[in-house]
């Protein structure tokens, strides 16, 4: 079984500061992390996945995202946020061998000027 | 390039009507799934295709939920008797495989609203 969790509905941060979207996943293989965001009204983008290798891996417009083992973990980060990144923001897992991730319920990250 | 498209955007339809969802994927990307998102929801799995074949169909929450893709390309979720709570938005992805490797690609979604 595979599931995931998004603790927080909603981050809020000032433009220019760092930020944090938090994930937490429970898989019984090797777990395949994936971060997708989502504008209104359009569909999700992807943004980076966590395959093999580096536990930190870099994506789209910025963001990265740690891979911890040990915590279950892949928390999405950027350095210095932008009123842009205001989003609602989706964690999805795959357990090995499985072709059907399932995702998070969302975060909605609001970035204030 | 093109993206993937969903055709309509929005449907209002009646209680007990039949509609159908259509999805363009990108060209060459085996793999097609349809998932349903609510509000404040993350996509609900619905469907996976492979090819022509749905090699994984155990989201679909009853049989008045059917979709095909008989080409292996375009798709079409199709509902019987809808009900109020159908409502929601449906979401089409399609991926370059069916991996576990592959991200999936997102269509902007059809707004099905059950009267």
């Known amino acids: 079984a595979q599931s995931v969790a998004q603790p927080e509905d909603q981050v809020n941060v000032a433009e220019g500061n760092p930020l944090t979207v938090k994930c937490t996943y429970s898989?019984?293989?090797?777990?395949?992390l994936f971060w997708y965001v989502q504008y209104p009204n359009r569909g999700l983008q992807f943004l980076l996945k966590?395959?093999?290798?580096?536990?930190l891996v870099k994506g789209s417009y910025g963001f990265e995202a740690e891979f911890n083992k040990s915590q279950t973990s892949f928390h999405l980060k950027k350095p210095s946020a932008l009123v842009s990144d205001s989003a609602l923001y989706f964690c999805?897992?795959?357990?090995?061998?499985?072709?059907?991730?399932?995702f998070g319920r969302g975060t909605s990250l609001i970035v204030h000027p | 390039g093109a993206g993937v498209s969903q055709t309509p955007s929005n449907k209002v339809t009646e209680k007990g009507k039949y509609v159908e969802l259509r999805c363009d994927p990108i060209?060459?990307?085996?793999?097609l799934y349809w998932y349903r998102q609510s509000l404040g929801q993350g996509p609900e799995f619905l469907i996976y295709?492979?090819?022509?074949?749905?090699?994984?169909d155990s989201g679909l929450p009853n049989d008045r939920f059917f979709a095909v893709r008989p080409e292996g390309s375009v798709s079409t979720l199709k509902i019987q008797r809808t009900e109020r709570g159908d409502s929601a938005v449906y979401l089409c992805?399609?991926?370059?495989?069916?991996?576990?490797?592959?991200?999936?690609?997102f269509g902007p979604g059809t707004r099905l609203t059950v009267t």
């Open positions: 992805a399609s991926s370059e495989a069916g991996g576990v490797y592959y991200e999936q690609y």
């Open positions: 898989v019984s293989g090797n777990p395949y």
């Open positions: 966590y395959i093999t290798g580096d536990n």
């Open positions: 999805a897992v795959r357990d090995g061998g499985s072709y059907i991730p399932t």
């Open positions: 060209s060459g990307h085996t793999a």
């Open positions: 295709f492979q090819g022509t074949g749905a090699a994984d």
